[in-house]
């Protein structure tokens, strides 16, 4: 007991936003918690490896807009305008996954657990299974009232982004270069679908040739991957604002549609034995996927980044466990600002 308030108050003299965030804030209010949580993500995972990329990419997508409150999973309607419509989350996954959990715990302490905490357990609990580090996270989250699309809309990075605008885009986070280049090593893990991939194919920016960035093997090996097709190409992602317009998924051409179901998945070498080291060591040779990891290789220090992870697992491990309890603690809601939302998809 001693120890855990000396522990929140520490972070209070860290940042009086985390007030109320505590080590097993549940204890007492739901002892095992943390256990369903973890339980379910392993159980989902054997039947479906993919949960596990899913709910570490909606942590992300959570946390980074208007911090960590689970208005992600809020459902459009009754006063809501959805984050779920915008364009960086037009392939969010995980949503039903969450239910499942938040129904689990809605059994044994029913009211008790917000979703914004499952949102950030569960992610950690799916770096696990998919091979990463285990990293502690206070719990004690409030979920949001509100959901923000438009702060979801032009405040998510996009793929096409170039290094400068990255780095800016995790600064405004509070993020330096060096957790940037940790945290992007999540993409150690999941399917990149080939419409965020697909322009640097064929007439890159309008060169008639890929992206020069590529290595040319991989480039044939992509292309194999995702047919061909004319509608691909967009421009450089100076032509729009913040992201430029990908392919709509509703296209109905049918190579079009054929290519952008298609993908690749970021572990194409084979299962990995650990997470990070090969996502490093694969820009390092010129086969990132997304434009935006790729860059991470063109600037000088987020390149040492990139060359010290991909030969360093433990000291990638550490950074990228403290990068991913940063991300966790964005700006959260602590009582008595939020609720403990019954269904994670509606407000109470
Ligand atoms: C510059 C920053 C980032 C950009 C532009 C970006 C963009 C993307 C894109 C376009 C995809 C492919 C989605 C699809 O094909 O359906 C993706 C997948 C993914 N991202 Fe990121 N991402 C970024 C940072 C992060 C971070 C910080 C994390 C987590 C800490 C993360 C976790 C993931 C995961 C796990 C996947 C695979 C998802 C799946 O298989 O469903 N990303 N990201």
Request: aromatic share 8%; proline share 6%.
């Amino acid at each position: 007991e001693t120890s855990r308030k000396a522990s929140s108050r520490k972070l209070q003299e860290d940042d009086g936003l985390h007030e109320w965030l505590r080590y097993d804030y549940y204890n007492e209010s739901c002892p095992l918690a943390e256990r369903i949580i973890r339980s379910t993500v392993q159980a989902l995972y054997q039947l479906r490896p993919d949960v596990a990329p899913a709910l570490l990419r909606l942590v992300f997508h959570d946390c980074f807009v208007e911090g960590c409150d689970a208005s992600v999973l809020l459902d459009h309607g009754d006063g809501i305008e959805s984050e779920k419509d915008s364009l960086p989350n037009e392939s969010l996954r995980g949503y039903d996954v969450i239910d499942i959990i938040k129904s689990e715990l809605e059994e044994t302490c029913p009211g008790v657990v917000s979703c914004a905490d499952i949102v950030a357990v569960a992610a950690r609990e799916s770096v696990l299974v998919a091979g990463g580090p285990f990293y502690p996270l206070y719990t004690g989250r409030r979920d949001s009232v509100v959901a923000f699309p438009i702060i979801a809309t032009y405040e998510l990075p996009s793929p096409l982004d170039d290094l400068s605008k990255t780095i800016e885009s995790f600064a405004s986070r509070g993020f330096d270069e060096r957790e940037t280049v940790s945290l992007l090593g999540a993409h150690s893990t999941g399917t990149i679908h080939c419409k965020f991939f697909f322009h640097r194919l064929y007439n890159f920016n309008g060169s008639d040739g890929p992206d020069p960035s590529i290595d040319p093997e991989f480039v044939q090996l992509l292309r194999s991957n995702c047919s061909s097709s004319s509608h691909h190409s967009f421009g450089p992602p100076s032509t729009s604002p913040s992201l430029s317009p990908l392919p709509s998924s509703d296209d109905n051409n049918s190579s079009t549609a054929l290519s952008q179901n298609a993908g690749m998945k970021m572990d194409y070498e084979g299962p990995r034995t650990d997470f990070g080291t090969l996502y490093y060591r694969s820009l390092l040779q010129r086969k990132g996927l997304l434009f935006v990891d790729q860059q991470l290789t063109s600037g000088e220090e987020t390149e040492t980044w990139v060359r010290a992870y991909a030969s360093d697992l433990s000291l990638f491990q550490r950074d990228f466990g403290l990068a991913m309890i940063k991300l966790s603690n964005l700006k959260v809601l602590t009582a008595p600002k939020g609720q403990v939302r019954l269904n994670c998809r509606k407000v109470n």
